[in-house]
């Protein structure tokens, strides 16, 4: 693995980067969770209020990372805090990003044997996913690069295709009335539907790659405004076609819409398989992103080589993702990780950028 500050990745691999990060295994599941919390069909609006509060977090971020632009989080946090409460701090961010790898293999593999490849061993599904990514990850954040600029456009251009494509079952009437239960229902779901945008701290550790450091309005546009349009749509269109008992009463809802339709004389008139295909290689995009910045982490906290992480890190995974017992111990996991990053991303950037404003200050009066 090339951790090398010379490598570079443009602003538009970085806005993939954020982009591909939130997006995971949880957009399968959003239109449930959401439903379950707000139970109006008002779920869209409180993923758009949390889609912006989520783009002015990344702009502090992106503020942050500018006054230290040739270092990670894990090399600046020790500056700002001191070395010993500074390198916690990053071995804490490294367990969360362990975990969430962990989870996104675990989830992949879930959805595999549920849809794809009944009665096989999870692990047996688990085993290539992480070492392909294990593989990927040793050749540095070009390499991961250059698989999101593949992955990417194909991940959002069918699944948004396949979305469109369901108009025939949408009900409109499923969607009204909008905010006929006033604003509190839209008020409680804004956490859960902030959970889902997970994974925009991300900023935090390839700020340093980046070639072009001073365009924060074209990242955070494109980088969380993506996502915001691509689970906005998501949302209308499943709870519409389906319903709010519908969804529900379903685990993958967004599978199960997509099972309700058939579009006859095209190449492919059931689109779920295609679908799950696609979707596994952004759910695999989120894992090697995650497994990048544990292992990048441990290396520039430790001060060694990336390379022996890179094979503990591997194992360490696998021995996790097998953890929860079903299905819903997984779900039960995701939450858990994705309250954990939404609170810690949420309150310790800001802090950090506040005690850098006030050393800033107190040597400028020197």
């Known amino acids: 693995m090339n951790t090398n500050p010379i490598d570079r990745i443009t602003t538009s691999q970085a806005v993939m980067f954020i982009s591909n990060f939130i997006f995971g295994a949880g957009i399968l599941t959003l239109p449930r969770i959401t439903t379950e919390k707000i139970k109006t069909p008002d779920s869209w609006i409180a993923v758009i209020v949390s889609g912006i509060f989520i783009m002015f977090m990344v702009f502090l971020i992106f503020k942050l990372c500018q006054r230290y632009p040739s270092e990670t989080f894990y090399q600046f946090n020790q500056k700002l805090i001191g070395k010993w409460l500074g390198s916690l701090l990053s071995l ?48 540095g954040i070009n390499s991961i690069a250059r698989m999101l600029e593949i992955i990417f456009p194909i991940t959002v251009l069918f699944f948004l295709v396949v979305m469109f494509l369901g108009i025939s079952i949408f009900e409109v009437d499923n969607i009204r009335p909008v905010l006929g239960m006033g604003v509190m229902p839209v008020v409680k779901g804004l956490t859960t539907t902030s959970l889902s ?19 924060p309005k074209r990242l955070v546009l494109l980088g969380v405004g993506g996502p915001i349009i691509f689970y906005t749509i998501t949302v209308v269109m499943v709870i519409g076609a389906l319903s709010i008992d519908g969804v529900l009463s379903q685990t993958w809802p967004v599978l199960t819409f997509v099972r309700s339709f058939e579009i006859k004389g095209l190449l492919f008139e059931r689109f779920d398989s295609l679908l799950l295909v696609i979707w596994i290689m952004q759910i695999f995009a989120t894992y090697i992103i995650a497994l990048f910045a544990a292992v990048l982490g441990l ?40 309250n954990f990053a939404f609170y810690l991303f949420c309150f310790i950037p800001i802090l950090l950028l506040l005690i850098s404003m006030v050393k800033e200050r107190k040597h400028a009066k020197i």
């Not at 925009?200 to 365009?215: D, P, Y």
């Not at 990336?306 to 779900?331: C, D, E, L, Q, R």
């Open 197 to 215: 945008f997970a994974g925009f701290e991300i900023i935090l550790i390839i700020f340093m790659f980046m070639k072009e450091k001073n365009k």
């Open 92 to 139: 804490i961010v490294v367990a969360y990003y362990i975990g969430l790898s962990a989870f996104e293999v675990r989830a992949m593999a879930e959805t595999t044997r549920l849809f794809l490849l009944q009665g096989t061993p999870t692990w047996a599904v688990m085993m290539p996913f992480l070492w392909i990514g294990f593989y990927l990850v040793m050749g």
């Open 299 to 338: 290396a520039q906290v430790f001060g060694k080589s990336p390379h022996p992480f890179i094979y503990v890190s591997v194992p360490v995974i696998y021995f996790i993702a097998m953890i929860p017992k079903n299905i819903n111990g997984v779900f039960k996991m995701g939450g858990m990780i994705g």
